[in-house]
């Protein structure tokens, strides 16, 4: 088992940035790919953004490219989500993610795991 726990969500003005923050516990974290999907009212759960278990790949969601920066570090148990230029479409609940296979991350099933979200909303 792994036991995620999001911090840093908040409401930002569009053009803003916040830093979300997930620390890990349980089945060892460096086992682990992590990431971040995000859900907005009324849509399914998308993925935004991952980062293998030495930090040598990642991926990110077309529309948070160039905006987003994801991180992790493996001695602090923690990854990490940078969000700059925030948009309003971006508000959403956003969800830290742990799963053993990288390439599969971006697949929802039983063998993700989840935190229990936090609340980033962008105003215009």
């Known amino acids: 088992q792994v036991q995620l726990v999001e911090s840093g969500g908040g409401l930002v003005q569009a053009g803003g940035s916040l830093r979300l923050s997930c620390a890990a516990s349980?089945?060892?974290?460096?086992?682990?790919?992590m990431g971040w999907f995000r859900q907005a009212p009324g849509k399914g759960r998308e993925f935004v953004t991952k980062i293998s278990v030495g930090r040598t790949m990642t991926s990110y969601a077309d529309s948070v490219k160039g905006r987003f920066t994801v991180s992790r570090d493996n001695a602090k148990n923690t990854v990490y989500l940078q969000m700059d230029n925030l948009k309003p479409e971006d508000t959403a609940v956003y969800y830290c993610a742990a799963k053993e296979s990288y390439s599969g991350f971006n697949d929802i099933d039983a063998t993700t795991y989840w935190g229990q979200g936090t609340q980033v909303t962008v105003s215009s």
């Open positions: 349980g089945r060892t974290f460096t086992r682990n790919a």
